[in-house]
């Protein structure tokens, strides 16, 4: 507890800092890549930067919510803003009316801000484990490498919940009970993944009142932790006049929890339909190899006696979530993509081990493939991603 005492407590402010500039440096090299071949492609940046989920976050930020649920003929909901939670619109206008930079790049300075706090975060998540600083900086840097890394780089949610994801789980592990409370009170207003780290914290609390620890404070995490859903909930609720009026919005999206149908309908069709019809999709692997390699890892994370269990709960929980939920099928590594830091402790420790030289070809490598895919799944591919 020492250690993780001294790592949180703010006094090894370089690594982190350090770790953020691995972030940033690797997701620019990605970054680049994907605006030149939008480019390319006749598009502007612009174009870019309100594909998807961006542009809905950026409607919200400049109009605000509807009033309304709009309906289709047979009464199901249609698509609407009200399925997005409010602190990334927020945190959007916010810079907008500090810096006056147009509503896209405020949500893209957002979002690297984010990043950038996110990978030190992660960075203190590796050191608290055990792991060396060379270990947190590839983690890192397989972070913002990977596939799906886009959402790291433009008007997403997923940046913002990271940070407050990380940052959570290392003041769960040092015991500050309250700071956990209060993050998960934000990560509530950002993303309704937040489930999974509220179920997290809360467990963790009621551990600890089992085993009679933190004296008052587990009871505050019990009573705190879970306000920031619930004050979601109600305040896009209140936009339409209902309590349920997100749950009902959310329906559009296919986000409904079906235990797994819907995912094993897109598993079955990856597996089968391809080698019948000849369709090949490269996001095809990436959804496969998601849902096996994250199961693989919760299991060689919770065989790990060096992991505190909450991590392996938190990226469990995760994987159930992601599973568990249909939806866009090519959207499910991005869900993961917040989480993905804690898988990434098991290639992290051994390949910084590896030389200098192996590990940037690696990470620049990555770091351009990433770009090419962004571009693929943002301006190329059918389907949100």
Not at 96 to 112: D, E, F, K
Not at 131 to 154: E, K, M, N, Q, R
Not at 281 to 307: I, K, Q, Y
Not at 323 to 351: C, D, I
């Amino acid at each position: 507890m020492g250690v993780v005492s001294r790592l949180v407590g703010g006094r090894p402010v370089r690594g982190t800092v350090v770790a953020a500039g691995v972030q940033l440096a690797v997701s620019g090299v990605g970054f680049a890549v994907c605006l030149l071949i939008n480019h390319h492609l006749g598009h502007s940046v612009g174009y870019l930067l309100h594909r998807w989920d961006s542009g809905q976050y950026l409607k919200i930020a400049e109009r605000g919510y509807p009033g309304s649920l709009p309906l289709r003929d047979d009464g199901t909901p249609k698509f609407t803003r009200l399925a997005f939670f409010p602190l990334v619109p927020a945190l959007i206008r916010g810079m907008h009316m500090v810096t006056r930079l147009p509503y896209a790049y405020a949500g893209v300075a957002v979002s690297w801000c984010a990043a950038a706090l996110a990978a030190a975060g992660a960075y203190r998540l590796v050191r608290v484990v055990g792991g060396s600083a060379a270990a947190g900086y590839a983690c890192v840097a397989l972070w913002a490498a990977s596939p799906y890394a886009f959402a790291l780089w433009v008007p997403y949610s997923e940046a913002v919940f990271a940070a407050v994801l990380l940052w959570t789980l290392v003041a769960l592990l040092a015991g500050r009970w309250l700071t956990a409370a209060v993050l998960c009170v934000v990560a509530g207003t950002v993303r309704p993944t937040a489930t999974v780290l509220v179920g997290t914290v809360a467990l963790a609390a009621c551990w600890a009142l089992v085993r009679r620890r933190g004296g008052w404070r587990p009871w505050a995490v019990l009573v705190l932790a879970p306000l920031g859903l619930a004050g979601s909930w109600l305040f896009l609720g209140s936009h339409v006049g209902r309590a349920d009026g997100w749950f009902e919005a959310e329906k559009a999206w296919g986000q409904s929890f079906d235990f797994g149908r819907g995912t094993a309908h897109v598993l079955k069709g990856i597996l089968f339909y391809r080698n019948v019809h000849g369709t090949d999709d490269v996001r095809h692997a990436a959804v496969f190899a998601l849902v096996l390699l994250t199961a693989v890892g919760v299991l060689a994370l919770a065989l790990d006696r060096t992991v505190p269990w909450p991590l392996v709960v938190a990226l469990a929980g995760a994987w159930v979530l992601t599973v568990g939920t249909p939806g866009s099928p090519f959207s499910k590594p991005r869900f993961m993509l917040p989480f993905l830091p804690v898988l990434l402790l098991l290639a992290a420790r051994p390949l910084a081990r590896a030389p200098l030289g192996v590990q940037i070809c690696l990470y620049g490598g990555g770091a351009v493939v990433s770009g090419w895919y962004a571009a693929g799944l943002l301006v190329v591919f059918e389907g949100s991603p």
